[in-house]
């Protein structure tokens, strides 16, 4: 009956019950943490009234949804927790508009970064782009509330405004679309900031049909620089410096073995000859301004005591193309073992060289080697508060089963530490970080609770994601 | 490969879609690579999908139905998705060979398509894969063999024919075996291993028999057959350009003053890597263009690994695919596959779809 009905809705090729294709929407790579489970049907609405259609039939007969747009989270989040759950594939929802007077793109949720970046370059526009692959959903990302890391001047927040449908079939329309869907690019409309509310959230309120978000200018004048250091400290004074003056497009802090690979986009180089540290910068602008930019930083890379690498000129254009316009080499880091792990947080930059020795400390505790032990930090325009993004990974081989469990163990202490320590908050919320969180958040979770049963009194939104 | 092996290649792949798609830097220009996943949507027909699947038949975790079949055997084994996948996230596995040890298995549990059921019972009665009545060749002198597989003999058979002209222009002796049975690939493809044994015993007797030193082929089908699942022959395996570039100083081309743009077949490119030496020819004899996606990443002409018998809609929309492509290049679309040229002249609407050899033979003067 469930799967006659969802034919109905969808037509008669685009929902299934078949347990082969249920099979691949079954599992992730971050499947030690969330393990495989198949969804009872799986459906791909053409257009938002289908998925209008779904959300309130799956209400009225309590069935659990699962909105996926391409699957490419790394936390399991697509992943259900229920037996019967219906997976609503997305993907054919893929309408893209670039407005370049406002400079915004609204899209759908099929539209990914590379479709994204195709269409607002012929107006000279980009997006602020995360280090996941650019096969990744635009909207989920930015719904999600991505962390834009590959372009610090960018700031955080690229979202303006969008639709979502709630389990009711009711049609929410977020900052200034409420009030005219055609002008949907003011982030703050009538009353509370809804969209605030009830982003970064795994698919557990409704279903985002459309997102207004930020495009940027693309300048053609780049140069980038790649300065090594011994120790974390220097580099991170280097790093405050950058912020601090907003010179730089892109700043990243990284270890000598990991992410620095995916940047230059290349396997084949000695990185283990590089300096531990490395701080990579990428300056751009119209062009008088970025000369003089340029002139300062080089100044200040001189005056910082770390050494001016000597990297191929194809790794430095690897680095300035997908910083600005969506990265494929940044995967490469599963090139590495095969799977990674990370914990993902916001905190200031003065604390990372303690995040980084609890890091290696938890790692050697549980006794994961330490040549698996790696981490990444960005600061975050603008720099208040030292607003950084910190990245503790582990890189290790998926099908070592025993490895999955010492990482198990290690996140568990992991987070604890870093609460005790200080922390701003955990990169976007999902089940298992935000359990050893709760008590300390107080009555905060149980106010996010009651909203939740407001929208989605039925739990049937992806259940068991957030909590 | 053993179950272990393949399963610990599984767990490598991160889902990140990017075997989805041509390289998008530096031109970031968005092209889809995979066929079957861009026909058929759901995410069990793109290659992290499969893997899924693989693994689900692997541990005993999976129904048989219609849709699985077709999973397992829309795909063209093209490669494609590899072919990137290699390149950043490095699952272990290659894919091509991958999926059709899946069928090998599907095979075993007697997952069979019925549709690949007439193409075994066309090739045990008439030992091609067309059931057609053997033709037969009278050409039996020299160390060079021209072997010249079922789709340039029953179907394309300008190919075989401009390849025999071009031999006997250059004043090559070759011979081409009487009794040339179909080379197995077509069986192969399909994870039929055993039904293709009979075949191959066939082929190599015969072979053996004919005492050739080389033996060249238009198919390049044919060819990776021979190199990949032929016991070792001790005779030199050479494709019909990789042979006439060999001739090339020797050869007396005219430039045809045509416009042409050359498919990569996967079987020839991507599978052994023979992508510069039909451009090379082809250089000489017309201007060529090149597609968007190109060498590496070629999209097939989705004809391959048995999906033409199987999913005729499918295959002919893939084929359409690259026509379009074409167009916007070139007036002429040349391969160096007699099963792509099949194909993508079926799904041709009027262009102009050639051989390599055709067109050599053309232009020698
Ligand atoms: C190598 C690598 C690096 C990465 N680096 C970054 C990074 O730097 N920054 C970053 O932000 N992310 C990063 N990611 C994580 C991830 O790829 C992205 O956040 C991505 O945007 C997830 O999008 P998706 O479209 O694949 O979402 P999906 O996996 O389809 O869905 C993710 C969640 O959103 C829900 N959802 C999906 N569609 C909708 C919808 N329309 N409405 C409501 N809910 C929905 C789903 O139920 C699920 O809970 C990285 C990933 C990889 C593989
Ligand atoms: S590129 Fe490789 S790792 Fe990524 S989804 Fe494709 S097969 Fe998996
Ligand atoms: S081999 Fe070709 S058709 Fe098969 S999954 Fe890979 S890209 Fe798709």
């Known amino acids: 009956m469930i799967l006659e009905r969802l034919k109905e809705i969808v037509g008669e090729d685009y929902a299934t019950d078949d347990d082969a294709i249920c099979t691949s929407y079954s599992r992730d790579q971050h499947f030690h943490f969330v393990p495989k489970k198949k969804p009872a049907f799986v459906v791909r609405p053409g257009d938002r009234e289908e998925v209008r259609e779904i959300l309130i039939f799956a209400n009225e007969n309590r069935i659990p949804i699962v909105p996926w747009s391409t699957g490419i989270n790394v936390r399991g989040l697509t992943i259900p927790e229920f037996q019967g759950s219906i997976l609503l594939d997305l993907s054919r929802l893929n309408k893209i508009e670039i407005n370049e007077e406002m400079m915004t793109a609204t899209v759908e949720p099929g539209v990914t970064f590379a479709l994204l970046t195709q269409e607002a370059k012929k107006y000279n526009l980009r997006a602020a782009y995360p280090d996941a692959p650019l096969t990744a959903g635009v909207l989920t990302n930015n719904y999600l509330r991505g962390i834009y890391q590959t372009s610090v001047i960018d700031g955080h927040d690229h979202l303006l405004s969008f639709e979502m449908i709630i389990p009711n079939g009711e049609i929410i329309q977020t900052g200034s679309r409420a009030l005219n869907r055609d002008l949907p690019y003011f982030r703050y409309g009538l009353g509370p900031d809804i969209a605030g509310l009830m982003s970064a959230s795994p698919g557990t309120w409704g279903v985002v049909t459309e997102l207004t978000l930020k495009l940027y200018k693309l300048y053609e004048k780049r140069s980038s620089y790649f300065i090594g250091f011994e120790d974390v400290e220097k580099s991170i004074d280097l790093v405050r410096k950058m912020a601090r003056e907003e010179l730089v497009s892109s700043c990243r802090l990284v270890d000598n073995q990991s992410w620095l690979i995916g940047m230059c986009g290349s396997f084949e180089f000695e990185y283990d000859k590089l300096p531990n540290f490395v701080v990579c910068l990428l300056i751009d602008g119209l062009d008088g301004i970025f000369q003089a930019k340029d002139k300062i930083v080089r100044e200040l890379i001189e005056d910082s005591g770390g050494r001016l690498l000597d990297i191929p000129e194809s790794f430095k254009d690897n680095f300035e193309r997908e910083t600005l316009g969506g990265t494929e080499r940044s995967c490469m880091v599963f090139g590495i073992r095969g799977n990674y792990h990370c914990i993902g947080l916001y905190g200031p930059l003065k604390y990372v060289p303690e995040y980084y020795e609890l890091h290696r400390k938890t790692a050697r505790e549980v006794g994961i080697p330490e040549d698996y032990v790696y981490f990444y930090v960005n600061p975050i325009a603008r720099f208040h508060g030292q607003l950084c993004y910190v990245e503790l990974d582990i890189f290790y081989d998926g099908s070592d089963f025993d490895l999955a469990e010492k990482l198990k163990e290690y996140n568990k202490r992991q987070m604890k530490n870093l609460l005790d320590l200080g922390i701003y908050g955990w990169f976007r919320p999902y089940a298992g970080i935000i359990e050893p969180s709760i008590e300390r958040a107080g009555y905060l979770t149980e106010l996010w609770k009651r909203f939740n049963e407001v929208v989605d009194p039925k739990h049937i939104m992806n259940p068991g994601k957030l909590w | 490969m053993e179950k272990e092996e393949v399963l610990n290649g ?252 050359y498919h990569d077949p996967c079987h020839l490119g991507r599978h052994l890597g023979i992508y510069e030496e039909p451009r090379e020819i082809l250089s000489k004899i017309a201007n060529i263009k090149e597609m968007k996606r190109n060498r590496e990443q070629s999209w097939c002409c989705g004809s391959g690994g048995g999906v033409r018998s199987a999913f005729e809609e499918f295959s002919s929309w893939s084929a359409r695919e690259r026509i379009k492509e074409a167009r916007g290049v070139a007036d002429t679309l040349v391969s160096a596959c007699p099963f792509c040229k099949h194909n993508l002249n079926d799904n041709s609407d009027g262009m102009k779809v050639y051989d390599v050899v055709e067109l050599v033979n053309r232009a020698l003067e």
């Not at chain 2, 041509?22 to 027909?45: D, K, V």
């Not at chain 2, 298995?105 to 053997?134: C, F, M, P, S």
């Not at chain 2, 072997?147 to 075989?160: N, Q």
């Not at chain 2, 994870?191 to 015993?201: C, D, F, T």
């Open chain 2, 10 to 261: 599984i767990y490598r792949c991160a889902k990140c879609k990017l075997c989805t798609i041509t390289s998008f830097h530096p031109r970031e220009e968005l092209f889809p690579i995979c066929p079957s996943g861009e026909y058929y949507g759901f995410q069990a027909f793109y290659a992290p999908g499969r893997l899924e699947i693989l693994k689900g038949i692997l541990d005993d975790d999976i129904e048989e139905s219609d849709e699985l079949l077709k999973i397992i055997y829309s795909c063209t084994l093209c490669g494609a998705c590899y072919e990137k996948c290699k390149e950043i996230t490095k699952v272990d596995l290659n894919f091509s060979e991958i999926f059709e040890e899946m069928r090998e298995i599907a095979v075993e549990k007697g997952w069979v398509l019925d549709a690949h059921k007439d193409l075994i019972e066309k090739i045990r009665e008439t030992h091609n894969a067309y059931g057609e009545v053997q033709s037969r060749y009278q050409r039996k002198e020299g160390d060079i063999l021209y072997f010249v597989g079922c789709t340039s003999r029953y179907r394309e058979k300008e190919i075989s024919e401009s390849m025999i002209e071009l031999l006997d222009k250059l004043n090559v002796n070759f011979q081409i075996l009487e009794d040339e049975w179909c080379c197995g690939s077509t069986l192969l493809r399909i994870g039929q291993v055993e039904e293709a044994k009979e075949l191959i015993e066939h082929n190599i007797d015969e072979i053996k028999r004919s005492g050739a030193k080389t033996i060249v082929f238009t198919c390049p089908g044919c060819l990776m057959t021979f190199k990949k699942n032929y016991p070792q022959l001790n005779v030199e395996l050479l494709h019909s350009t990789q042979f006439i570039e060999r001739l090339n100083p020797n050869l007396r081309l005219k430039n045809l003053g045509i416009g042409v743009t």
